[in-house]
């Protein structure tokens, strides 16, 4: 026995213990992740109630989501989502972080202030949200309007406002990470280039779009695949704050949400997998464009 | 392949409470598992009938499990079918269809439960239990509707707190006196709360659209029968509370019971599993009454929890469970679940007992059985979100009644004929 592990190499010795090593979560991995993921692909072929026996039925519930008009609704508000807070979330948290960077007074404090809402429960904190929003007597916005006379707002009470309502809490909770990213990226710019652009007379602004944006790119495609796919997969705020229903008139609703009511609600698990499978799909298109974008340079 | 990964996955999930039932189990003694999903009260209570069973049937071992409500549904879907978990289980009464087509849980033993009796024994919904002449389930404990009044804010707004209303029309008179309002127009205190996602969907689709002289059913419960005058004036009359009357709005203090609960509302429709929490409510004076009529007709709905044997009970366990099942319908039992949860006794000697009747808390809930409808859900969430998006239609799009009514009928239409067509 020790005849065979004593004739490896060293290197092959290594190579065994970090396979000894690696056994458990490539285990862990293959029985709950990957099994389940190929699952699912199959399942999306069946009709299959969780109770009975799966029935195939070929291609039934893809043709059923593509006339189904809420799965239709749900798709865009999940791109509204994507559409409205990646931008908002990055450009925010680019513009705190540029500015944090040259405060000095209090630093690590403010830092961590805006870091916080990053490690609040997102249930909690949508359910904090959720009371802001509430009309008078108890919502804090509304008072507010209210005690200035201005008219009150419905909020999550509106098929409209609801959405960028839910948004916002996403938005501010994400922040944290954001400008935390942002900051290292700033810090990693070479103090050097600055000094030669501004012995060359560049002003502040030329500075900004010649030297930092451009050397930030790495970070900026990292930070928005990451949240792309964060407000993608949005679920917890929504599901808090409208009361798991994605209302009012699933104006809020994103797909996960969609996924999980037809799941585990309605109990039809094959067209929740065929739902899922195209949610598998655009996150998996985005993970590769990424890493398109980051090889391109 | 899915199966077999399904039940391994079920398998899994219940190996542990299995193995645990298994080593506590002495030889000889039959063990049984019993099921339902986690309420502080309705543990206590099972809890305390398992003992006093266990002193009458020294033989049988009961193992009680209990869930989250949230995971309950699925951990018994999972279970069932991969030969695991419960032998007696409580479900909703509105699952029971799929879990007799599925065969997970079998008809009850006619020796403990004549076919007969049934009918005598039990309120009406009995017969929603009911397939080919054979029953599959008890109920064991009932829910239904009343009118809670806040004594203080009747008086407050010079009306008499001894007397609710008795009428719809009373109730939006009183409600309109109650209300108050900020200086820019927004409610303070609300008459009566409206809020669709708390019980006030099932007193438009059992009670209002009934009093309106409609029926929101056919009568094997197969077509979607509101889309008609009555249905109109039923959605009507619930919007008008806020449109037109303005007594309240809907989603007030977020949640109908939290506003009622504070203090900051009227008038508040609840069940009867309500009035645990506003007993333990301090500060709060508050009164309970049935549901105010129309025309003289009244109407409420009420819900159920059944437990049946499942299907995984064979030989001695299926007579244990049968035992078992019997004693928790037994009258001694149903009316300990009273005391303990709240919820009202299925079988009739045990609920229309004069102290139960004469009850100042549970007598109006009571005597709402009588002519109380229990709605045959295939999906009760789907169906109450159908019924939200009606009012929501209505107050947030202007879409008119007739056509919002429509379009929900229309809806719900669908959802049965998939349900039904499976």
């Known amino acids: 026995m020790s005849g065979l592990y004593g004739r490896l190499s060293i290197a092959g010795k290594q190579a065994v213990w970090a396979w000894a090593f690696l056994a458990l979560p490539v285990l862990f991995y293959v029985v709950i992740r990957f099994w389940p993921t190929a699952d699912s692909f199959l399942i999306s072929f069946y009709s299959w109630n969780l109770l009975g026996t799966p029935r195939f039925v070929g291609l039934d519930n893809y043709v059923r989501m593509w006339s189904d008009p809420t799965f239709w609704l749900v798709f865009r508000n999940t791109f509204e989502y994507l559409i409205i807070g990646t931008p908002v979330s990055i450009v925010v948290a680019f513009v705190i972080a540029y500015y944090l960077d040259q405060v000095r007074f209090a630093h690590g404090l403010i830092r961590a202030l805006y870091f916080i809402p990053f490690m609040t429960t997102a249930v909690a904190m949508a359910w904090v949200w959720r009371w802001f929003y509430q009309p008078v007597p108890i919502g804090v916005f509304n008072n507010l309007l209210s005690e200035l006379d201005l008219p009150t707002q419905p909020f999550l009470r509106s098929t409209e406002q609801a959405l960028p309502s839910v948004l916002a809490p996403a938005i501010w909770a994400g922040l944290g990470f954001q400008v935390v990213i942002f900051l290292a990226g700033l810090r990693a710019i070479p103090e050097s280039y600055y000094e030669a652009a501004r012995i060359d007379g560049a002003g502040k602004w030329m500075i900004l779009r010649r030297i930092t944006i451009p050397l930030l790119r790495p970070t900026v495609v990292f930070l928005v695949v990451i949240s792309s796919i964060g407000f993608l997969r949005i679920f917890d705020q929504v599901f808090n704050m409208t009361d798991g229903s994605g209302g009012p008139l699933n104006s809020t609703k994103p797909l996960v949400l969609y996924i999980y009511e037809t799941a585990f609600q309605s109990y039809q698990m094959g067209y929740a997998a065929a739902q899922t499978v195209v949610l598998f799909t655009i996150l998996l298109l985005i993970t590769l464009l990424q890493l398109w974008l980051l090889r391109s340079k | ?422």
Do not use: C
Not at chain 2, 48 to 67: G, S, T, W, Y
Not at chain 2, 90 to 110: H, N, S, V
Not at chain 2, 111 to 126: K, L, T
Not at chain 2, 368 to 378: K, P, S
């Open chain 2, 1 to 422: 392949m899915l199966r077999r990964f399904g039940r391994a996955m079920a398998a899994a999930a219940v190996g542990i409470a299995v193995a645990w039932g298994g080593s506590a189990s002495a030889q000889q003694k039959v063990t049984i598992e019993y099921w339902q999903y986690f309420f502080q009260q309705r543990v206590t209570a099972v809890d305390k009938l398992i003992a006093e069973f266990k002193k009458q049937n020294p033989d049988i071992e009961v193992v009680h499990n209990h869930f989250p409500y949230a995971d309950y549904r699925t951990k018994v879907a999972a279970a069932i079918p991969a030969g695991q978990g419960p032998d007696v289980v409580q479900l909703f009464y509105g699952w029971l269809d799929d879990y007799i087509r599925e065969k997970l849980i079998q008809p009850l033993p006619a020796a403990q439960f004549p076919i007969a009796e049934m009918e005598q024994r039990y309120f009406p919904i009995v017969q929603a239990m009911k397939r080919d002449g054979q029953y599959y389930a008890v109920p064991t404990a009932v829910r239904s509707l009343a009118l809670f009044w806040n004594k203080r804010l009747y008086r407050e707004a010079g009306l008499d707190p001894e007397k609710p209303p008795q009428t719809l029309d009373e109730m939006v008179e009183h409600a309109k006196k109650i209300v108050k309002r900020d200086r820019n127009g927004n409610v303070t205190t609300a008459g009566m709360t409206i809020d669709m996602t708390a019980q006030d969907h099932h007193w438009i689709r059992e009670v209002l659209i009934r009093q309106f002289g409609g029926a929101p059913y056919s009568a094997d419960s197969r077509k979607v029968t509101y889309d008609s005058d009555a249905g109109r004036k039923a959605l009507q009359f619930y919007v008008d509370l806020q449109r037109v009357h303005q007594v309240g709005t809907n989603g007030f203090m977020d949640e109908s019971q939290a506003a009622f609960r504070a203090g900051r509302a009227g008038i508040h429709l609840d069940g009867s599993f309500r009035l645990g929490a506003l007993q333990n409510q301090r500060g709060l004076e508050w009164g309970v009454t049935e549901l105010p009529a129309q025309d003289g007709k009244r109407s409420n709905f009420a819900s159920y929890w059944v437990n049946a044997v499942t299907s995984k009970a064979t030989g001695p366990k299926a007579e244990a469970a049968a035992k078992f099942l019997q004693f928790m319908v037994s009258d001694a039992a149903m009316q300990l679940w009273l005391a303990e949860t709240g919820e009202l006794p299925a079988a009739k000697a045990a609920a229309l007992s004069p102290a139960n009747l004469a009850h100042p808390l549970y007598g109006p809930f009571i005597r709402g059985l009588d002519y109380a409808a229990a709605t045959e859900f295939v999906n009760e969430t789907a169906q109450r979100q159908i019924l939200i998006d009606a009012v929501d239609r209505v107050l947030l799009k202007n879409q008119s009644v007739a056509d919002s009514v429509k379009e929900a009928a229309a809806a719900e239409q669908k959802l049965l004929d998939d349900h039904h067509r499976k």
